[in-house]
């Protein structure tokens, strides 16, 4: 038996808990700001200071049970739920029972975004559980499941697929735009949360069970989003929420590969993904062979480079394993790196387009690092930039010419040295500030004819007027402009004036 089985306790747990006002914006007020910051950061004590300096209430029982974890009065959870039995909980696994004493077994937390209040359903972290998780730990909302949900591109969709729903975080933000959603896991217990997870938030999904494309086979989708079981290891499966089964990173290479055949045409897949960078090999080099087999348009955005011991210190904590276990999993780990040659572990987005009905052109793909901080993709900026990558295919350097071209709002900046005469020039640069990788090197030449792209004289006459001003022959200097300005544009600094 699953946990949450009964549909008749989610409805009367949902209506107790939005009734106690745990909710996001009733935590958080609750709380204070300082004490939801500091949980926010995983410091737990000024949460729990809070909940005790505001005296008795269903709404304290409630974050000390489910969001602190602590043990709570059997008598407190029972006023806590009025509309719940005891019993109930403990049978589909909300809570556990000692004598008179209640500790939650699931992670039930709420969670606003989108301009809408939710909440989830997951297992307890390693944080607040005794001993290691188990092999179909569930994970719930974690700093790689919100950078893919802010990466999503939000626009109004027929049919969108998460694989590898875990507790249903990306269904979740993806309902407010599709109309139609499936969502896949190869962890029963996964789908069962998730299941939960949909009730409680009043929404519907096909919930499927099986690995990769298997449960939709010969479907097609608008979006396809994934936050798959990606960590690089030898092909075991101690943990089914990061471990794929497969060696290397073979699930990635996999998704990457069978995408295509799942999507419509002009259809979006979004995927989180590590990739094996050899010893003497560029980063990319890996990545890129996946993208030349599935004929889309691709931004991938290599976000960290781990090194072998950061990589596998990080999913061995990630567990909550005693030191032994720990010392023995990263020394065969590591000496499987070491026989693979692997010198490193890339970790980012790949975002996926598949061309429009009836387009014929070679893919366009753009593979590239974007680590500083600030500079994380979003779904407003991954949409952007594939609308400027296509506004590029389809405008000619005589179009371009003759179009009025806008300076988004940028920063002008400039990098000197000391030298014997003070202060010397070395470089300067133009920066759209939020954008990622939106920076771009010039000149002085290049600086006054951005400066000049207000949108109002055409860029042909800029570069005649620029020319004049520099004595420089007019075609020559087009010539050397024009992928400046078509950099500009992808990068979102300049664009076409309407």
């Known amino acids: ?83 719940c039995l005891i019993d109930d909980l403990v049978a589909n696994e909300v809570i556990t029972v000692d004598g008179l004493t209640a500790r939650a077994a699931l992670d039930i937390r709420p969670h606003a975004d989108d301009n809408r209040d939710y909440l989830v359903v997951s297992d307890l972290d390693a944080a607040t559980r005794t001993g290691p998780v188990l092999r179909d730990h569930v994970l719930g909302i974690g700093g790689a499941s919100m950078s893919l949900a802010r990466a999503v591109i939000r626009e109004p969709v027929a049919s969108a697929l998460d694989l590898g729903t875990g507790c249903g975080i990306q269904a979740l933000h993806m309902d407010s735009h599709c109309e139609r959603i499936v969502a896949t896991d190869t962890n029963p217990r996964a789908l069962a949360l998730a299941a939960a997870t949909a009730r409680l938030c009043g929404m519907s999904w096909d919930l499927r069970a099986g690995s990769l494309f298997e449960p939709v086979a010969g479907e097609r989708f608008d979006l396809i989003v994934s936050n798959p079981p990606f960590v690089v290891g030898s092909g075991g499966q101690d943990y089914i929420y990061r471990d794929s089964g497969m060696a290397g990173d073979r699930v990635c290479e996999r998704l990457i590969g069978e995408v295509a055949d799942h999507l419509n045409p002009g259809g979006t897949a979004q995927i989180l993904a590590n990739w094996i960078v050899r010893e003497g090999e560029p980063w990319d080099t890996r990545v890129r062979g996946w993208l030349a087999r599935t004929g889309l348009d691709a931004w991938v955005v290599q976000r960290e480079l781990a090194d072998p011991i950061s ?50 052109r070679e893919p366009d793909q753009v593979v590239e690092e974007i680590t500083a901080a600030g500079e994380e993709v979003t779904g407003y900026e991954a949409k952007a930039f594939l609308d400027r990558r296509a506004y590029l295919r389809d405008t000619s350097d005589e179009h371009l010419l003759a179009a009025r071209l806008s300076t988004a709002p940028v920063i002008f900046e400039q990098q000197s040295l000391p030298g014997d005469d003070g202060w010397q020039q070395v470089g300067a640069s133009v920066r759209r500030p939020g954008g990622p990788a939106a920076v771009l090197g010039v000149d002085e030449v290049s600086a006054a004819l951005l400066a000049g792209c207000r949108g109002v004289v055409p860029l042909g006459t800029l570069i005649e007027l620029l020319a004049g001003f520099h004595g420089v022959d007019t075609d020559a200097l087009a010539e050397a402009a024009l992928p400046v300005i078509r950099e500009a544009i992808g990068r979102g600094i300049l664009y076409e004036a309407r």
Request: proline share 5%; aromatic share 6%.
């Open 1 to 83: 038996m699953h946990p949450l089985h009964d549909i008749a306790l989610i409805d009367a747990l949902g209506a107790d808990l939005r009734s106690a006002g745990y909710t996001g914006p009733g935590v958080a007020a609750f709380l204070g700001e300082d004490a939801e910051e500091a949980l926010g950061r995983g410091i737990w004590w000024p949460a729990l200071h809070a909940t005790k300096q505001a005296g008795p209430s269903r709404l304290g029982t409630l974050v000390r049970l489910l969001l602190l974890a602590c043990d709570e009065s059997v008598r407190e959870v029972a006023e806590a739920l009025p509309g």
């Open 311 to 360: 990589y596998v210190s990080l999913w061995l904590s990630d567990a909550g394993e005693n030191p032994g276990d720990l010392m023995r999993r990263g020394a065969d780990w590591l000496d499987w790196f070491r026989r693979e040659q692997i010198a490193g572990i890339g970790m980012g987005l790949i975002t996926l387009r598949a061309h429009r009905a009836g387009e014929t």
